[in-house]
């Protein structure tokens, strides 16, 4: 099968699969849209974790351990820093730094977010195409029983402690969808839209929540499929169980096909959660969706992308 | 004799006495300002080279090979940026990196250069008061056989190569004196006032040029000494020897004198020019001048030091 693939992602989990993607798919045929909720600013520098972690593992440079930042990485500017009595809870690499700085120049001199991203994955060698969900300001902002918390603050900061009432994605009914994200949607060459293995309302949700994006998913003629993040009735990481309990629901994957319905075509779940019942018009897929390895990513990749095929 | 000193310097020659004044003088009896005519935007981070080069060497921080930064320095952040395409001919270091980030990251939310300055050199330990000449923005320009140059671009990133015709101090006019250096020029305790070994075209005169500062100098009731930046009719370091001779003036002592005539007392220069015969009104004195180690410093400090309290 030829055609483009639309992916949206997150972070970590989400970046493992578009880097099997990436892996299985011809230069050129693979869009990865990331989620820029979780953008913010920090010592003046525009950060953007996600975009981040994706260009990263498709890189190869991504640290296989911490699940963020960057391999064989120094800390001395955050060390100087810190005795300097500067701001150092969120942990800001040498290596990474060069990217922040880069981003943050270009951004201030009036390139878009899209153009950056898309200069940076290029002199990454990454021949997939990475783009922002938008170029314009969506901040996710956390409601705690302590108080409203930019997402950086509640997941870095305060390492997800307080209690979750509500998310919202600030600005996110103003924002333009980027020209990637609008041409992935209505592209007509598209072979199949997949949702990446992150979390829903912090990863996903946002890039849903774009004007127009919920209603060109559901008027797609392509497939569209999603690999939950839940295995087992636990998240594989990250804080989406703590996240979904404190919101009053059920850590499974019955929740993950509910924030999904509609928009999706099938749901792929962990073998170990076969007896799941997927809601009506939403097929089931099982398949081995921890991904250890570059193998298992890649794995995973042509199982969905078959599993696609099929649907069409 | 107690009473506060006064000290106007650049980076690497002028940083070396201002480390012997400090170790000769009480805490709270110093205070060095610095040239900001050297300052620019990089990567859209602030960088102050003489105010960091004055920090670096008082804190017993500075690279005592390379004449700039941060010794145990590493360049994994530079490194990374040639990787992204990004600009590396200013080479900016890890732990210096820190510096930046955090001065910029304070200008921007809204502090002067001055407090900023303030709070970081109490931060690493230094006892002296160092201070911007002013928190308005001074640009030293070179006009050249080429063009009219910004400052770091003949400096750093065309290596002093093009030939100087004329120096300007952008903005030294309507630039208001920082309340350090008010204080100093008109403080009643004041013991005396020192003019570094920098440069005086590129380090000094900057300085000089600001409202108010050569008619409260020549007003002075205090001894005024200042130290040559030549050896033996070559500068110590730097670009000072080429920069006289191609604008017409004798790399000489005798300039050195001509330049600061009216506003000193006392010109000290080494003891290898002691030949030399200062111009009517202004002492000649002889010390060895070269300051190899932190010894040699606090001599020539001590040695200024007797000299100005015997001019007194």
């Given at each position: 099968?030829s055609?483009h693939?639309?992916?949206?992602?997150?972070?970590?989990?989400g970046?493992?699969?578009?880097?099997?993607?990436?892996?299985?798919?011809d230069?050129?045929?693979?869009?990865?849209?990331?989620n820029?909720?979780?953008?913010?600013r920090?010592?003046?520098?525009?950060?953007?974790p996600?975009?981040?972690?994706?260009?990263?593992?498709?890189?190869?440079?991504?640290?296989?351990?911490?699940?963020?930042?960057?391999?064989?990485?120094?800390?001395?500017?955050?060390e100087?820093?810190?005795?300097l009595g500067?701001d150092?809870w969120?942990?800001?690499?040498?290596r990474?730094?060069?990217l922040?700085?880069?981003?943050?120049?270009?951004?201030a001199?009036?390139?878009?977010?899209?153009?950056?991203?898309?200069g940076?994955?290029?002199?990454?060698?990454i021949?997939?195409?990475?783009a922002?969900?938008?170029d314009?300001?969506?901040?996710t902002?956390?409601?705690t029983?302590?108080?409203?918390l930019?997402?950086?603050d509640?997941?870095?900061?305060?390492?997800?402690?307080?209690?979750?009432?509500?998310?919202?994605?600030e600005g996110?009914?103003?924002?333009r969808?980027?020209?990637?994200?609008?041409?992935?949607?209505?592209g007509?060459?598209?072979?199949?839209?997949?949702l990446?293995?992150?979390?829903?309302l912090l990863?996903?949700?946002?890039?849903?929540?774009?004007p127009?994006?919920?209603?060109?998913?559901?008027?797609?003629?392509?497939?569209?499929?999603?690999?939950?993040?839940?295995?087992?009735?636990q998240?594989?990481k990250g804080p989406t169980?703590?996240?979904l309990?404190?919101?009053?629901?059920?850590?499974?994957?019955?929740?993950?096909?509910?924030?999904?319905?509609?928009?999706?075509d099938?749901?792929i779940?962990?073998?170990?959660?076969?007896?799941?019942?997927?809601p009506?018009?939403?097929?089931?897929?099982?398949?081995?969706?921890?991904?250890n390895c570059?193998?298992?990513r890649v794995?995973?990749?042509?199982?969905?992308?078959?599993?696609?095929d099929?649907?069409?």
């Amino acid at each position: 099968m030829s055609g483009h693939v639309l992916a949206l992602s997150g972070g970590v989990g989400g970046a493992k699969l578009a880097f099997g993607l990436a892996r299985v798919l011809d230069a050129g045929q693979l869009t990865i849209i990331a989620n820029t909720g979780d953008d913010f600013r920090h010592l003046g520098l525009a950060i953007s974790p996600d975009l981040d972690t994706l260009m990263y593992t498709l890189a190869g440079l991504a640290d296989p351990i911490r699940g963020w930042g960057r391999h064989e990485e120094t800390w001395n500017c955050l060390e100087a820093l810190r005795q300097l009595g500067g701001d150092t809870w969120f942990r800001l690499g040498d290596r990474d730094l060069a990217l922040h700085l880069e981003r943050s120049h270009r951004l201030a001199a009036g390139e878009s977010l899209s153009a950056v991203t898309d200069g940076l994955r290029r002199r990454l060698g990454i021949t997939a195409e990475i783009a922002p969900m938008t170029d314009d300001p969506v901040r996710t902002k956390v409601r705690t029983d302590q108080a409203w918390l930019d997402f950086q603050d509640y997941f870095v900061r305060r390492r997800c402690e307080p209690v979750v009432r509500e998310i919202a994605y600030e600005g996110a009914t103003t924002a333009r969808p980027s020209a990637a994200l609008q041409r992935g949607l209505t592209g007509h060459t598209l072979r199949a839209i997949v949702l990446c293995p992150s979390n829903p309302l912090l990863s996903i949700e946002p890039i849903l929540s774009l004007p127009g994006v919920r209603s060109m998913l559901a008027a797609r003629t392509v497939p569209v499929l999603a690999v939950s993040p839940l295995i087992g009735g636990q998240a594989v990481k990250g804080p989406t169980a703590k996240i979904l309990r404190e919101l009053g629901l059920a850590v499974s994957n019955a929740t993950i096909a509910e924030r999904y319905a509609g928009l999706i075509d099938a749901l792929i779940v962990d073998e170990a959660d076969a007896d799941f019942s997927a809601p009506a018009g939403m097929q089931l897929l099982t398949a081995p969706i921890l991904m250890n390895c570059a193998a298992d990513r890649v794995h995973l990749a042509a199982t969905l992308l078959a599993a696609a095929d099929r649907l069409r």
